[in-house]
């Protein structure tokens, strides 16, 4: 298993953060997400819960295609957003080729402790591969694979942030 974590900060307040990301695809960044849905809803103890769906396509290494792994991949998408505390949680998850490999997502976002106008992201990510002789190299590749989409991840909402609030905010690691 590899794992890695980080934070982010962006400048924006929690709200616009937590409202812009129902609404983070499309963006310029993300034409890799063709389908996103919600299955289900609820709230419950005034908190948020939902289920969403993406598919998600993307280019994979020649090696990768002779070990049958697809260029198409759905994700789950597990989200409570509390908005008493201000804390809005995501867990992702690939649901289809998790033998070749499996990642698990969570995401908290919560206000910046002491500037309000700002929110903390704090990601987790575990990355785990079930095929033999191929374990160590596949999750290494899904790692490095992670990390590096991560500057699209963050840019698609700051773009949808922009775009939401008219502004021009940076985000800093």
């Known amino acids: 298993m590899k794992t890695w974590q980080g934070q982010t900060t962006l400048n924006f307040n929690w709200a616009d953060v937590a409202a812009a990301l129902w609404q983070r695809y499309p963006n310029s960044y993300s034409k890799h997400v063709v389908t996103e849905d919600t299955v289900k809803r609820k709230v419950k103890d005034g908190k948020l819960f939902t289920i969403r769906i993406f598919t998600k396509v993307s280019q994979v290494p020649n090696w990768a295609t002779k070990l049958n792994i697809s260029n198409s991949i759905l994700v789950q998408e597990l989200?409570?957003?509390?908005?008493?505390?201000?804390?809005?949680?995501?867990?992702?998850?690939?649901?289809?080729?998790?033998?070749?490999?499996?990642?698990?997502?969570?995401?908290?976002?919560?206000?910046?402790?002491?500037?309000?106008?700002?929110?903390?992201?704090?990601?987790?990510?575990?990355?785990?591969?079930?095929?033999?002789?191929?374990?160590?190299?596949?999750?290494?590749?899904?790692?490095?694979?992670?990390?590096?989409?991560?500057?699209?991840?963050?840019?698609?909402?700051?773009?949808?942030?922009?775009?939401?609030?008219?502004?021009?905010?940076?985000?800093?690691?």
């Open 79 to 173: 989200s409570v957003v509390d908005p008493v505390k201000q804390v809005f949680v995501t867990v992702s998850r690939n649901l289809s080729q998790i033998k070749a490999l499996a990642i698990t997502e969570r995401c908290t976002y919560t206000p910046h402790p002491t500037e309000p106008n700002q929110t903390v992201v704090k990601r987790q990510v575990w990355i785990t591969s079930q095929m033999t002789g191929f374990r160590t190299a596949l999750e290494s590749f899904g790692k490095q694979r992670y990390r590096f989409n991560l500057k699209s991840t963050g840019n698609g909402l700051l773009e949808v942030l922009n775009k939401r609030f008219r502004r021009s905010p940076s985000s800093s690691n």
